[in-house]
């Protein structure tokens, strides 16, 4: 059971802000030039959400998670999507064991942190079975309920460029994920960076040579994860949360609004990003930057715009310009 949200004061922000941090920059030390990225990853990991890593092959996006779990001495636990995975390869299965019993083993899901790479080429039975392990944090095999770890985090990989042999994501399981977080090519002098770390020993796929250690334990994070909830919102910001989210509903931009669950996930981002700031209370400024990342994967352009290269992005943007922001 989760214990309630105890309220934050100033000098607790200070010390868990400067725990949050220490992994961000745990993770800067080896995912180069993706701090926006980083930050947003780390906030949804706080507030106990599932990131949806978006970015063309080579960009980091399986080395950020395998870092991840190296900083905090979790877990990582790979699960490459393909056409003919079958919901038990995720899941687990029941094995026939002596005098006619059968005794349950687990699947790649049961770890901390599960990578699903490249999560669009599987079909939509197989990407199913995430539904109750990222909702209920458990799996149900043959008629029995087992719980997943509490660290339990889902990071799935797609490529937004190549489309044959992938299978749309269900609206069902995008909304499942707390953040979208885009992941793009790095600027000259970091793209020269990486290239000096190699020159200098680094190996993607050794962890061993990204000069990594823990900056944190389980208990570390779940101190971290209720200092989140602890994060004041004030009425007039909570309004502000659901102005922007019900805009989304009544856009002629958009063909699909996001629910209430994004309204949700929109509250918790900002209360983690309020914390790595330092803050014991959210700000607006918290809440329209985030507004991308939590939104952007849970509505629809309408096809005729999306032709005319208008984004989700550009029409959320759109939909902040236009809403008050509470003064504080």
């Given at each position: 059971?989760?214990?309630d949200?105890?309220?934050?004061?100033?000098?607790?922000?200070d010390?868990?802000?400067?725990?949050?941090?220490?992994?961000?920059?745990?993770?800067?030390?080896?995912?180069?030039?993706?701090?926006?990225?980083?930050?947003?990853?780390?906030?949804a990991?706080?507030?106990?959400g599932?990131?949806?890593?978006?970015?063309?092959?080579?960009?980091?996006?399986t080395?950020?998670?395998?870092?991840?779990?190296?900083?905090?001495?979790?877990?990582?636990?790979?699960?490459?999507?393909?056409?003919?995975?079958?919901?038990?390869?995720?899941?687990?299965?029941s094995l026939?064991?002596?005098?006619?019993?059968?005794?349950?083993?687990?699947?790649?899901?049961f770890?901390?942190?599960?990578?699903?790479?490249?999560?669009?080429?599987?079909?939509?039975?197989?990407?199913?079975?995430?539904?109750?392990?990222?909702?209920?944090?458990?799996?149900?095999v043959?008629?029995?309920?087992?719980?997943?770890?509490?660290?339990?985090?889902?990071?799935?990989t797609?490529?937004?460029?190549?489309?044959?042999?992938?299978?749309?994501?269900?609206?069902?399981?995008?909304?499942?994920?707390?953040?979208?977080?885009?992941?793009?090519?790095?600027?000259?002098?970091?793209?020269?960076?990486?290239?000096?770390?190699?020159?200098?020993?680094f190996?993607?796929?050794?962890?061993?040579?990204?000069?990594?250690?823990?900056?944190?334990?389980?208990?570390?994070?779940?101190?971290?994860?209720?200092?989140?909830?602890?994060?004041?919102?004030?009425?007039?910001?909570?309004?502000?949360?659901?102005?922007?989210?019900?805009?989304?509903?009544?856009?002629?931009?958009?063909?699909?609004?996001?629910?209430?669950?994004?309204?949700?996930?929109?509250?918790?981002?900002?209360?983690?990003?309020?914390?790595?700031?330092?803050?014991?209370?959210?700000?607006?400024?918290?809440?329209?930057?985030?507004?991308?990342?939590?939104?952007?994967?849970?509505?629809?352009?309408?096809?005729?715009l999306?032709?005319?290269?208008?984004?989700?992005?550009?029409?959320?943007?759109?939909?902040?310009e236009?809403?008050?922001?509470?003064?504080?």
């Amino acid at each position: 059971m989760t214990p309630d949200p105890v309220p934050l004061t100033a000098e607790a922000a200070d010390v868990h802000s400067a725990a949050a941090n220490r992994i961000v920059e745990a993770l800067g030390r080896v995912v180069l030039g993706q701090e926006s990225a980083l930050r947003e990853t780390v906030a949804a990991l706080l507030a106990r959400g599932h990131v949806l890593l978006e970015g063309v092959p080579g960009t980091a996006k399986t080395l950020l998670v395998r870092a991840l779990s190296l900083a905090l001495g979790l877990d990582f636990r790979r699960i490459q999507f393909t056409p003919d995975l079958m919901p038990s390869d995720i899941t687990g299965v029941s094995l026939l064991a002596s005098q006619g019993t059968f005794t349950f083993r687990p699947g790649p899901i049961f770890g901390d942190l599960v990578l699903g790479d490249e999560i669009n080429r599987a079909p939509a039975k197989t990407q199913a079975a995430l539904l109750e392990a990222m909702q209920e944090r458990r799996v149900t095999v043959d008629g029995t309920s087992h719980d997943l770890p509490e660290s339990f985090t889902v990071f799935a990989t797609q490529n937004p460029i190549e489309f044959e042999g992938t299978y749309p994501l269900p609206e069902a399981e995008l909304d499942r994920f707390l953040v979208k977080v885009l992941i793009g090519y790095p600027e000259e002098r970091v793209e020269q960076g990486i290239l000096g770390r190699v020159l200098g020993g680094f190996e993607a796929d050794l962890p061993a040579s990204y000069g990594i250690s823990d900056v944190a334990d389980r208990a570390g994070l779940r101190a971290l994860r209720q200092a989140s909830r602890g994060v004041r919102v004030e009425p007039s910001l909570v309004g502000y949360i659901t102005s922007i989210v019900r805009a989304t509903r009544t856009s002629p931009v958009l063909t699909l609004g996001a629910s209430p669950r994004g309204s949700v996930a929109l509250l918790k981002m900002a209360q983690a990003s309020a914390l790595l700031e330092g803050r014991e209370f959210v700000v607006p400024d918290d809440v329209k930057s985030l507004a991308p990342a939590v939104l952007r994967h849970r509505v629809a352009v309408a096809p005729e715009l999306e032709l005319e290269g208008i984004t989700p992005d550009a029409a959320l943007q759109g939909i902040i310009e236009k809403i008050e922001a509470p003064r504080r």
